[in-house]
C-alpha cells in the first residue's frame, strides 16, 4: 500500500488532538487510581453525566458547552466529595476497597448508565457550537476546531492541575498522601481530608471532559464503558500518579489509535488501547515514567 | 458430606428436576429457566475466583461470549454432536482464563480487574471483525430437526443440558471449597502476604481458580447460539453478564457454594418477572441499585444473613 504524505500528516493530527482529549479523560483516574489508590472505575460515568448536561444547557439555551463545563465543575466537586465520602465510610475505613469497593463503583456506573438510558434512551445527541462547523486547512494538513478547541483546553486542563499539584500547600498533601499516608498522619494532617478534595477534583475534570467529549464526537450512554479502559491504559502506560506521565501515555495512544484506525480500519482501533493495556501489564507494569 | 456423596445427590435432584419438568406444557418456563440455570452457572463461576479467592472479574461476558463463539465455529466447521461443543468451549474458555491469569495474577488485584475488563473488549474486537463467525452481523445456528433422547422439542434438551451443567459447577465449586485448595485460596483472600509466607504456592493456586473460574463460564455460553438459533457479538458480550455475575453472589453471600445459588435464583427470577411485565431497561437498573446496596449495606449478602441468624440460635 502507497501511503501519501497527506494521509500520514493527517493521522499525526489526529492522533496528537485526540491525544490531548484522552490526557482529559485520564487525568482524572491519574489522581484517584494512581495517587489516592481509590479505584474508580465508575470515572467515565461522570465524563459521561458532564456530556448530557453539557447537551441539556446547549440544547435548550445554546450555551458552549466547555463554558458551561466549567461553570458546573464545582457540582461535580460536590458529587465526588460526596462519593468518596460513601466510599470511605463503606469500604475504605473497613478495609475492604479491594472487592466490595471495585464492586461500588461497577454498579455506580451501571446504575448512572442505564438511567441515562431511561430518559434520554439510546440515541446519538450532539452539539452546536460555533466552531462545529469549521475546520482549518495548511497545506494538505486538516485542523478541525471541533478537536483544536477541546485539545487546547484540555492540555491547559492537565498542565493546571500538575501546576496545582506541585506549587500549592494542598497539591503537595496530596503528592504526600500518595506517598506514605502514616507519615502524614503522623505530621497531623488527616489524609481522609485530603483524599476527599483530591477525589472531588479528579470528578469535577471529568465533568470537563465530558463537555470535550460531546463537542468532539455524538453522545450515546453506553459509549462510557470504551473509556474505562481507555483510561486505565493512559495511567498504567504513562506511570502511575504522574500526571506527565498521563500526558505521554495519551499521546502514545492517541497515535496509535489514529494509525490504527487510518491504516486497518476504524473497527480494528478499541483493541488498541485494550491490547496497549495488557501489553503493559505483562511485560512493564510499572509504565514508561513509572515509579 | 463427602464430595462424592454430595456429587451424587445434585445429580440425582438434577435428573429429577429434569423429569418433573417434563410435566410442564408451559413453553416459556423453559426458556426462562434455560437464562436463569445459565446465570446460576455464571455466579458460581465468578465465586470461585471472586469469592474464595477475592480478585474480581469484569471479564465474564469475554469467558461467555468465547464459549458461545466456539460453538458457532464448530458449528460452521464440522457441526459436531452437542457434548463436543460443550467440552471444547469449556476447554477453550479456560486455556483464556489460564492465559488472563499467567499473564496478570503476578500484579495487585486490581490490575487483574482492569486486564479482565480490557480483555473483554480485546475479544469483542476480534469476533466483531471475524467474518467466519458471522463478524459484526452476527450468525444463524439452526437447532437440528431431531432431538436426541426422547425430547419433544430442542428447549427441552438445552434446558436438560442446563440443569445438569449448573449442577456440576456446584458440585466443582463445592469441591474446591471444601478441599486443601479452598483454604489456600481462602487465605489468599484474607491475607495474601501472609499465605505466601506460610507457604501457600499462592501464584499457582490464583492461576488454576482463574483457569477453572473461565471454564465454567465459556460452558454457559456454549449452549446459547442453539438457544437463540441467532448471535450477535453485542448479545454474547452483552454488560448484563458481567453486572450479573458480580451482583448475584455479592447479594446471595460470596463465602460458600449456596450464596451465588441464591443470589443468581432470586435475581434471576426477578429480572424474567420484570421484564415480562416492565422493560428489560429497569432490568438492569434493578439489578445495579440491588448491588450497591447490598455491597454498601448488607456486605456479606443473604448468606450473611442466615449465618448471623443461626450463630443467635446457639
Known amino acids: 500500500m502507497e501511503i501519501s504524505t497527506a494521509l500520514l500528516g493527517n493521522a499525526i493530527i489526529a492522533g496528537l488532538l485526540l491525544g490531548g482529549f484522552y490526557a482529559a479523560v485520564s487525568v482524572g483516574i491519574s489522581i484517584s487510581f494512581g495517587m489516592l489508590d481509590v479505584v474508580n472505575i465508575a470515572h467515565p460515568a461522570f465524563i459521561l453525566l458532564g456530556s448530557y448536561i453539557a447537551y441539556i444547557v446547549n440544547d435548550t439555551m445554546g450555551f458552549d458547552p466547555i463554558v458551561v463545563s466549567v461553570a458546573v465543575s464545582p457540582l461535580f466537586f460536590m458529587l465526588g466529595m460526596a462519593l468518596y465520602r460513601v466510599y470511605y465510610l463503606c469500604f475504605e475505613k473497613r478495609g475492604q476497597e479491594s472487592l466490595r469497593g471495585l464492586a461500588f463503583f461497577f454498579g455506580v456506573l451501571f446504575i448512572t448508565e442505564v438511567t441515562l438510558v431511561l430518559i434520554f434512551g439510546v440515541d446519538y445527541r450532539m452539539v452546536q457550537t460555533a466552531y462545529s462547523e469549521t475546520t482549518l486547512r495548511l497545506g494538505v494538513l486538516d485542523f478541525p476546531l471541533r478537536l483544536v478547541v477541546p485539545f487546547l483546553v484540555s492540555l491547559a486542563m492537565v498542565v493546571g492541575v500538575q501546576l496545582f499539584l506541585t506549587h500549592t500547600f494542598f497539591g503537595r498533601a496530596v503528592l504526600a498522601v500518595a506517598q506514605d499516608q502514616l507519615a502524614l498522619r503522623l505530621m497531623g494532617i488527616n489524609p481522609y481530608k485530603v483524599k476527599e478534595r483530591a477525589f472531588a477534583l479528579s470528578i469535577a475534570t471529568a465533568g470537563v471532559a465530558g463537555a470535550f467529549l460531546i463537542v468532539i464526537q455524538p453522545v450515546q450512554p453506553s459509549i462510557g464503558r470504551d473509556f474505562i479502559g481507555l483510561a486505565f491504559a493512559v495511567c498504567v502506560l504513562g506511570g502511575m500518579g504522574s500526571v506527565w506521565g498521563t500526558l505521554l501515555g495519551a499521546f502514545v495512544l492517541g497515535f496509535a489509535e489514529s494509525f490504527t484506525a487510518t491504516f486497518f480500519g476504524p473497527s480494528w482501533a478499541p483493541a488498541v488501547s485494550f491490547g496497549l493495556l495488557l501489553a503493559t501489564l505483562a511485560f512493564r507494569p510499572s509504565g514508561l515514567l513509572g515509579r | ?314
Open chain 2, 1 to 314: 458430606m463427602s464430595n462424592r456423596a454430595f456429587a451424587l445427590v445434585a445429580f440425582v435432584i438434577a435428573l429429577a428436576i429434569v423429569a418433573a419438568s417434563q410435566l410442564v406444557h408451559n413453553e416459556y418456563f423453559f426458556s426462562a429457566a434455560y437464562t436463569v440455570l445459565q446465570f446460576v452457572i455464571l455466579a458460581t463461576a465468578w465465586n470461585i475466583l471472586g469469592g474464595y479467592t477475592g480478585y474480581v472479574n469484569f471479564g465474564s461476558a469475554a469467558f461467555f461470549a468465547v464459549g458461545a463463539y466456539s460453538t458457532v465455529f464448530l458449528y460452521k466447521a464440522f457441526q459436531p454432536p452437542l457434548i463436543v461443543m460443550i467440552l471444547t468451549g469449556t476447554l477453550v474458555a479456560g486455556m483464556l482464563g489460564l492465559g488472563l491469569g499467567y499473564l496478570t495474577l503476578r500484579l495487585r488485584g486490581v490490575f487483574f480487574a482492569i486486564a479482565s475488563l480490557a480483555m473483554a473488549v480485546v475479544l469483542f474486537t476480534f469476533v466483531v471483525n471475524w467474518d467466519y463467525v458471522g463478524g459484526a452481523r452476527g450468525a444463524y445456528i439452526l437447532q437440528p430437526r431431531e432431538v436426541p433422547f426422547g425430547f419433544p422439542r430442542y428447549i427441552h434438551l438445552l434446558y436438560a443440558a442446563m440443569v445438569l451443567m449448573a449442577a456440576f459447577a456446584l458440585v466443582v465449586a463445592r469441591a474446591i471449597e471444601t478441599s486443601t485448595l479452598g483454604r489456600g485460596l481462602a487465605a489468599i483472600r484474607d491475607d495474601e502476604l501472609a499465605a505466601e509466607c506460610s507457604g501457600v504456592p499462592t501464584l499457582r493456586l490464583k492461576i488454576f481458580s482463574a483457569a477453572v473460574s473461565g471454564a465454567l463460564m465459556g460452558m454457559a455460553g456454549t449452549t446459547f447460539p442453539y438457544y437463540l438459533s441467532y448471535i450477535e457479538p453485542s448479545s454474547a458480550f452483552g454488560l448484563s453478564y458481567a453486572v450479573n455475575s458480580i451482583a448475584m453472589p455479592l447479594i446471595g453471600g460470596m463465602l460458600s457454594w449456596p450464596g451465588p445459588l441464591i443470589g443468581a435464583v432470586l435475581l434471576g427470577t426477578i429480572q424474567q418477572l420484570v421484564q415480562v411485565t416492565v422493560s428489560s431497561a429497569w432490568n438492569l437498573l434493578i439489578v445495579g441499585v440491588l448491588l450497591v446496596a447490598f455491597v454498601t449495606l448488607a456486605p456479606n449478602g443473604i448468606m450473611g444473613w442466615v449465618d448471623a441468624w443461626r450463630r443467635r440460635k446457639h
